[in-house]
C-alpha cells in the first residue's frame, strides 16, 4: 500500500495543477453527499455499496489515505454482509468531513497571492499574455489568473478586471 502511495505522490509533485484541479472536482462532486451519505450508511443498499465503492477507488487515487482506509473497512462489511457499525459510520462521516476541509483549506492556501510590484511597462506584458490565452483559449491556471488580476489592479480600471474574470471564468476548463 506504501508503494502506491508514494507512486500517486509522485505523478502528482510533477504536477500540482493537475492535483489541485482533481481534488476541486472532487469537493465540487462529493462535498454535497457527505450527509445523505453517511445516513443512508445507517440503513444501506446496492447504491450505497456502489457509492462507498466508487468513492473508495477515488479517494485512493488522490492518494486521499483516511478516507480510501474508512472506505475500505466499510466496502469489506458490504461484500462480507456484515452488518456496518454505528462507528464505522462515525468514523467515515469524521473521516470524510476532515478530507474535505483538508481540501478547501489546501484551495485557499493556493489562492492566496503575494502582492508584486511591477512597472507599468511590465503590467501591460502581462496583459498583452493573458490577452493572448483568452485569445486562443488556453487553460490558465488559477495561480496565473490571480497573479494577473493582483499585477493589473493598480494600473487597469476596476471594470475591465471585471470583465476579464468574467471572460476568464466562462472558458469551459473540463472540455
Not at 482533481?22 to 443498499?45: C, H, M, R, T, V
Not at 493589473?152 to 471564468?169: H, T
Request: include cysteine.
Amino acid at each position: 500500500m506504501q508503494d502506491k502511495k508514494r507512486e500517486r505522490e509522485t505523478i502528482f509533485e510533477e504536477d500540482d495543477l493537475l492535483y489541485s484541479k482533481l481534488l476541486g472536482d472532487f469537493y465540487k462532486a462529493w462535498s454535497p453527499q457527505i450527509e445523505s451519505l453517511a445516513n443512508e450508511l445507517n440503513s444501506p443498499n446496492e447504491q450505497t455499496h456502489k457509492t462507498i465503492h466508487t468513492l473508495k477507488g477515488v479517494s485512493g487515487n488522490l492518494a486521499l489515505e483516511e478516507l480510501y482506509e474508512s472506505c475500505v473497512l466499510i466496502d469489506a462489511a458490504f461484500k462480507q454482509k456484515k452488518q456496518i457499525t454505528k462507528e464505522q459510520v462515525e468514523n467515515f462521516k469524521s473521516t470524510f468531513s476532515k478530507t474535505l476541509q483538508s481540501i478547501s483549506l489546501k484551495a485557499q492556501k493556493s489562492l492566496e497571492v503575494q502582492p508584486i510590484n511591477v512597472d507599468l511597462k511590465e503590467a501591460k506584458g502581462y496583459y498583452e499574455e493573458l490577452m493572448d490565452y483568452l485569445d486562443s483559449y488556453d487553460l490558465i491556471s488559477y495561480e496565473s489568473q490571480s497573479k494577473y488580476m493582483a499585477v493589473f489592479k493598480p494600473y487597469v480600471p476596476n471594470d475591465s478586471l471585471q470583465r476579464w474574470q468574467k471572460a476568464i471564468e466562462r472558458l469551459d476548463y473540463d472540455s
